[in-house]
């Protein structure tokens, strides 16, 4: 697999790298914070196109590969994390969901608005008992003959106080099991959606993170996506598409950690030379670096499956495995590299640090990948 970047996806790294050091840098320990939203930033990142970058320009969005979009999350998550989950929330769940699955009317009238970041998605599918365990749907849409008739609570939900449409995955039929769950779209400004506190979390900060109330919300019918029963299916599919975009921030945290103690390491000095100079420290960079090359080919080996038009759930899975525990794990060492200094906000790497947890949590726990990864190795035996 040949993963030379072209000339196009190399400008939009840089773009997304020069906006992330001008516009997200500055401000981003104060966001964090004061769980204070990135309104602003969110607004420019519409305005350059980041918020619908795979969607065909026919729908108003940058009509990209993959592989550009996961260069574009990486150089953000490199810096801002809330600003990134917002990013890959509407890019992968909301609007390739729609576009993949989408009625041509469903299409006109929510994609064109979400690609060009007009309005912002969420993917409503985790319930106060419905986390890792995704068949057991208790928020319900009951068919009513011209509308579905939604009742429920939905937790942990991205975007939940600042977007426009939700999709939010219900079961219509409870004696299907998974085969009678369906997916809707469903506006914010609908009589009946409850929008719950905003969450006070470890990282992510700044991202808006809440419960929603759903209390007998008419659903038309044409906002179905796709065929009665399809609703789990749909979700399992997008999520592996969301999995590339959070291994990719996965991948930015740990690469922009390890930016911040290679030279933080070249500058402090102990014991007469630079840190970086003792092999305490130069071991730690080159497992950090040597992990982030492996996190980097499987991040960049799924988006091309997903461009290729192959099954990238195993390739998705295996990325974000990979990626979040890298993160995780040097984001820790970053800390450590700057004694001290890494304790405090200042540094940036106790923010990253925080973030990178949740690498490990939403879209799907490490458990979760592994249990989607060892399922396709022994069906292929
Ligand atoms: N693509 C298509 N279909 C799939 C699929 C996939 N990737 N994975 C499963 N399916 C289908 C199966 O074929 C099966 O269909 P049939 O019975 O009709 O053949 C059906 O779905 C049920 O599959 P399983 O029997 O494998 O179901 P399961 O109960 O054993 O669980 C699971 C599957 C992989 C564990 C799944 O429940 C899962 O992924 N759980 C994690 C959910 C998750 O990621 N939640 C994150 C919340 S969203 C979020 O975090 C958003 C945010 O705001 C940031």
Redesign the pocket.
């Known amino acids: 697999m040949d993963f030379k970047l072209t000339e196009e996806q190399l400008a939009v790294k840089e773009a997304a790298r020069d906006f992330a050091q001008q516009s997200l840098l500055p401000g981003v320990i104060d966001r964090d914070s004061k769980m204070e939203y990135p309104t602003a930033q969110v607004k420019e990142m519409a305005q350059l196109g980041f918020l619908g970058m795979m969607v065909d320009p026919a729908y108003g969005g940058g009509g990209m590969d993959t592989i550009s979009y996961v260069l574009a999350m990486e150089e953000i998550s490199k810096i801002d994390n809330s600003c990134s ?1 917002i990013m ?2 509407n890019n992968s ?1 909301v609007c390739w969901g729609i576009e993949a699955f989408g009625t041509e009317d469903q299409k006109q009238k929510y994609l064109t608005k979400l690609s060009t970041g007009e309005w912002i998605g ?2 409503c ?2 319930e106060p008992e419905a ?5 057991s749907q208790r928020t319900t849409a009951i068919d009513m003959g011209d509308h579905y008739l939604l009742n429920g609570t939905k937790n ?4 939940g106080g600042t977007s426009n449409v939700h999709i939010v995955i219900a079961q219509s039929d409870a004696e299907k099991k ?2 009678g769950i369906n997916a809707f779209l469903v506006e914010t400004s609908w009589e009946g959606v409850n929008i719950g506190a905003k969450e006070d979390k470890l990282g992510i900060r700044s991202s808006d ?1 809440h419960t929603i109330m759903y209390n007998d919300v008419k659903v038309p019918k044409e906002n179905r996506i796709g065929d009665d029963g399809f609703g ?2 749909f ?3 997008v ?2 598409g ?1 999995r590339i975009g ?1 291994a990719s921030q996965a991948l930015g945290i740990a690469q922009g950690a390890f930016e911040l103690a290679t030279k933080y390491s070249l500058e402090r000095e102990a014991f007469g030379k630079p840190i970086a100079k003792h092999q305490a420290i130069s071991f730690k960079l080159a497992d950090m670096a040597t992990d982030i090359e492996a996190a980097r080919l499987l991040v960049y080996k799924a988006a091309r499956m997903k461009d290729e038009g192959e099954d990238f ?1 195993t390739a998705a899975s295996m990325a974000k495995l990979f990626a979040s525990s890298a993160a995780m794990k040097h984001t820790v060492e970053a800390v450590q590299v700057h004694g001290g200094y890494g304790f405090v906000k200042e540094y940036h790497v106790e923010r990253l640090m925080r973030d990178a947890k949740i690498t490990q949590i ?4 490490s458990e ?1 990948q592994k ?2 990864i060892a ?1 396709d190795i022994l069906s292929t035996k």
């Open positions: 989950v890959s929330v769940l969420a993917f599918l985790s986390g890792s365990d995704a068949t942990w939900i991205t975007n998974h085969r993170t789990f299916k979700a399992m599919k999520l592996s969301g959070i759930t939403y879209e799907g726990t979760i249990l989607v399922r």
